[in-house]
């Protein structure tokens, strides 16, 4: 869930419209106004995404849907009326009876939309998402490399919430991936500064701020026009107005979403950017301030509070924002904005949560520990086996997450009121059919016990 890292190819292309009907069943859904999400990685229907030049795991079918692998697990999530995380290219695969199980045994499906990292306007990504619409050419073989799948519904001219069986679905919540700050202008650092001598200088010292920052300025999404936060707030809005059309005949799923925590926002915000050199226009002292965050401005945690007000004001307040958090780069600098961040919501009284996953991603041989100290860091272990030789790679993700919880919960970022979305982008677990049974240690099933276990429950956290 980090900037970029599910991000697509980007096309650009025009508006066309085309209507198609599906069967549509009503069905009660299911409210979701629990603490605990579980969002395991059964990504194989995520054919565009491959981190390790592979599909990660397979699909819910012979694994989630089958309850008798996870019985603890479905016990708590039902006690606390917990929800499960589905990818929206995952209906396609599977069976309309499916996903009724998990509405039949109360686990709302939050349905995980993969389409707004890219650069379309949010009334065009909600039309291809929602009634797979393409302006032009078809966008789901152009951005999601599903061209011509035999095995799934196909979502072109239909949208991801027709099932495998071709029942329309309509999922009881849905869930945002991040558009800012990946989609903002920014200034490329190497073009800015020589950052191959130390300490770095000024590329073109003879030239004014403004025309170093010209010369260094990177715009991925130009057609996103010239106000941009404005413009990137209001795709929301947008494409939450074709969700409450599209599911007005039957239950209007409520809207969770993820917001980055990471000092890229400082470096990608070119007003704090302003600022900072009017304070430190020193090349040496500009370079310094700059990775060390020393002054940082905050305007993201001014963002949060702007779009969450922005939805609220057409009704439809996010029903949680998860904090997708880098916690390694300057521990104390995300723990400063969690801090804010969780003051914002709390005043805006939208639920404040954090999308608990391992930081270590791909890397093979890693763990995430604290370092203890007056200021204790957050740091990957980038030699686990050493330290810990039994583990395997499945196990080493379930010991960082609890590792991370701890230290969150010790911070005083996690506590009675927060949700906690226990997920995996990566590769880890490697765990396709049965292979995700409960029982198995270093399953995502067993880690979620175990920080219910473990942690959750004991705090008086969870049930
Ligand atoms: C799926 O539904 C559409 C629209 O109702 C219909 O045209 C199509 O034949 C159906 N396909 C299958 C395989 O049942
Ligand atoms: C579900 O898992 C159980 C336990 O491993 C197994 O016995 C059963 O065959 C599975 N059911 C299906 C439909 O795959
Ligand atoms: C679950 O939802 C029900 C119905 O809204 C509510 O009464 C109950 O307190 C909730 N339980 C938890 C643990 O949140
Ligand atoms: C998709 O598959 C059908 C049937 O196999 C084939 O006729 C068609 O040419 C394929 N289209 C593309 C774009 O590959
Ligand atoms: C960066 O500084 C190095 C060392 O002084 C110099 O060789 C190089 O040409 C500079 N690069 C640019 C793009 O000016
Ligand atoms: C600034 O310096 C660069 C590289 O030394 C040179 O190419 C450019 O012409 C200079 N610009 C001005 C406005 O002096
Ligand atoms: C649903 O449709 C009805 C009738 O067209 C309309 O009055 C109502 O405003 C719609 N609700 C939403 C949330 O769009
Ligand atoms: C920047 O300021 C430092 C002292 O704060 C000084 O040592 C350095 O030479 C200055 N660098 C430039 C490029 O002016
Ligand atoms: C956090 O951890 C430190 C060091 O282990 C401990 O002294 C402190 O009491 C803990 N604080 C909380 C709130 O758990």
Not at 52 to 69: D, R, V
Not at 295 to 313: G, I, T
Not at 363 to 370: A, K, M
Request: proline share 5%; glycine share 4%; with cysteine.
């Amino acid at each position: 869930m980090f900037v970029l890292s599910k991000s697509v190819t980007i096309v650009s292309a025009l508006l066309i419209v085309i209507y198609l009907e599906n069967i549509v069943v009503q069905t009660q859904s299911l409210t979701g106004n629990g603490k605990f999400d579980f969002g395991p990685n059964q990504l194989a229907s995520n054919v565009w995404y491959k981190p390790k030049g592979q599909l990660i795991n397979g699909h819910y079918e012979n694994s989630y849907s089958n309850f008798s692998l996870w019985p603890n697990l479905e016990l708590h999530l039902r006690n606390n009326n917990g929800s499960i995380l589905i990818q929206a290219s995952e209906i396609g695969f599977m069976k309309n009876e499916a996903l009724m199980a998990f509405r039949n045994s109360n686990i709302p499906v939050v349905a995980v939309l993969p389409g707004f990292t890219q650069c379309y306007d949010g009334n065009v990504l909600a039309l291809l998402e929602l009634y797979g619409q393409s302006p032009k050419e078809n966008l789901f073989c152009t951005i999601f490399n599903i061209c011509n799948s035999t095995e799934r519904q196909n979502p072109n001219g239909k949208g991801w919430f027709v099932t495998q069986d071709n029942f329309s679905y309509t999922p009881d919540l849905l869930n945002f991936d991040e558009r800012m700050p990946n989609l903002i202008p920014y200034l490329d650092y190497n073009k800015l500064m020589n950052t191959s001598i130390n300490p770095p200088q000024w590329l073109y010292s003879n030239l004014s701020w403004a025309d170093r920052k010209m010369k260094a300025r990177i715009d991925v999404c130009p057609q996103a026009g010239s106000d941009r936060i404005k413009n990137l707030m209001n795709d929301y809005i947008k494409y939450v107005s074709v969700v409450n059309e599209k599911f007005n005949s039957t239950k209007i799923p409520r809207i969770q979403i993820n917001w980055n925590v990471i000092a890229g926002w400082e470096w990608r915000d070119e007003h704090c950017l302003d600022l900072l050199y009017e304070k430190f226009n020193n090349a040496t002292d500009f370079d310094y301030a700059y990775r060390y965050v020393t002054n940082p401005y905050h305007q993201d945690v001014q963002h949060l509070n702007d779009l969450s007000e922005l939805l609220c004001s057409v009704g439809s307040c996010p029903e949680v924002v998860f904090m997708d958090i880098d916690l390694t780069y300057i521990t104390s600098y995300s723990l400063e904005v969690l801090h804010m961040n969780k003051q914002i919501l709390k005043t805006l009284n939208i639920p404040f949560g954090i999308s608990l996953v391992d930081q270590c991603a791909e890397i093979d041989n890693c763990i995430v520990e604290i370092v203890s100290s007056e200021n204790p860091k957050v740091i990957l272990n980038l030699d686990a086996k050493s330290k810990y030789p039994n583990l395997n790679r499945n196990q080493m993700q379930e010991f960082s997450l609890l590792n991370v919880l701890n230290f969150l919960i010790n911070q005083s970022i996690v506590d009675d009121d927060t949700r906690i979305a226990i997920t995996s982008w990566t590769t880890w677990p490697i765990e396709i059919g049965q292979e995700i049974v409960e029982s198995k240690s270093g399953s995502m099933a067993h880690t979620a016990n175990q920080i219910f276990e473990k942690i959750l429950i004991p705090n008086s956290f969870a049930r």
